[in-house]
């Protein structure tokens, strides 16, 4: 996997995780903050931690953000501050620039200054929940984009004891399977609850039969995951 430099701008609950998570990928991850608290909280789970205004030109001039692979904008909270802070990373030609959105002002704005890639983790983790209340096959769902998602799905019993080959996922669906997830029985537990472990099979083969019960990770298009659910 290749390792990015990446700043985060804004370190909330959501931006101090996802420093974390950059930070544990191996990523190089440069944390900005203008409350010194918050930087002494991170300060050990990312390669360098700043404490700064983000809407002083000046000091993220300073900072050499231009070099980043990403700059991910993480706060929303402050209008001003989201709209100054993307606006001067824009002036210093950051290659790739992802903002956080709370509403659809946000967007507006944000699209005027000529940046598209935007998020919402809140909506993101509402739509997948609320997924997974209406479809018992979801196991949970990832959106990539406003198109697409991964899901982990439980197959129908029809797919059981037939092959990747025969149900053929792409062709019949539209969707590419990237692995099989299965229940084995695990010889070596001591505890009852411990009987029964979760296995990857890996990339699954033409040949790899499914069984029933069998956890299948799929991706494709938001509509095509919803066809497939609601036909088979």
């Given at each position: 996997?290749?390792?990015?430099?990446?700043?985060?701008?804004?370190?909330?609950?959501?931006?101090?995780?996802?420093?974390?998570?950059?930070?544990?990928?191996k990523h190089e991850v440069v944390a900005i903050d203008k409350e010194m608290?918050?930087?002494?909280?991170?300060?050990?789970?990312?390669?360098?931690?700043?404490?700064?205004?983000?809407?002083?030109?000046?000091?993220?001039?300073?900072?050499?953000?231009?070099?980043?692979?990403?700059?991910?904008?993480?706060?929303?909270d402050d209008l001003e501050t989201l709209v100054i802070t993307a606006d001067?990373?824009?002036?210093?030609?950051?290659?790739?620039?992802?903002?956080?959105?709370?509403?659809?002002?946000?967007?507006?704005?944000?699209?005027?200054?000529?940046?598209?890639?935007?998020?919402?983790?809140?909506?993101?983790?509402?739509?997948?929940?609320?997924?997974?209340?209406?479809?018992?096959s979801i196991k949970s769902s990832l959106i990539i984009s406003e198109e697409?998602?991964?899901?982990?799905?439980?197959?129908?019993?029809?797919?059981?004891?037939?092959?990747?080959?025969?149900?053929?996922?792409?062709?019949?669906?539209?969707?590419?399977?990237?692995?099989?997830?299965?229940?084995?029985?695990?010889?070596?537990?001591?505890?009852?609850?411990?009987?029964?472990?979760?296995?990857?099979?890996?990339?699954?083969?033409?040949?790899?039969?499914?069984?029933?019960?069998?956890?299948?990770?799929?991706?494709?298009?938001?509509?095509?995951?919803?066809?497939?659910?609601?036909?088979?």
């Amino acid at each position: 996997m290749k390792k990015n430099k990446i700043a985060v701008i804004g370190l909330g609950d959501f931006g101090k995780e996802l420093v974390k998570q950059l930070f544990l990928e191996k990523h190089e991850v440069v944390a900005i903050d203008k409350e010194m608290l918050t930087i002494d909280e991170i300060k050990d789970h990312c390669t360098n931690a700043i404490c700064l205004d983000a809407t002083d030109e000046h000091a993220l001039r300073a900072q050499g953000l231009e070099e980043m692979d990403f700059v991910i904008l993480a706060t929303a909270d402050d209008l001003e501050t989201l709209v100054i802070t993307a606006d001067i990373l824009r002036q210093l030609g950051v290659k790739e620039i992802i903002a956080r959105y709370k509403t659809e002002l946000h967007i507006r704005i944000l699209k005027m200054l000529g940046i598209t890639n935007i998020f919402n983790p809140e909506e993101k983790a509402a739509r997948n929940m609320a997924e997974q209340f209406g479809h018992s096959s979801i196991k949970s769902s990832l959106i990539i984009s406003e198109e697409f998602r991964i899901a982990e799905l439980v197959i129908p019993e029809l797919f059981a004891g037939k092959t990747v080959e025969e149900i053929q996922l792409k062709e019949n669906y539209n969707l590419l399977l990237i692995t099989i997830k299965r229940m084995r029985h695990n010889l070596q537990a001591k505890r009852k609850s411990d009987e029964m472990k979760q296995e990857v099979l890996g990339i699954p083969q033409k040949t790899t039969v499914f069984r029933s019960n069998d956890i299948i990770t799929v991706f494709g298009k938001h509509e095509h995951v919803e066809e497939f659910l609601n036909t088979v």
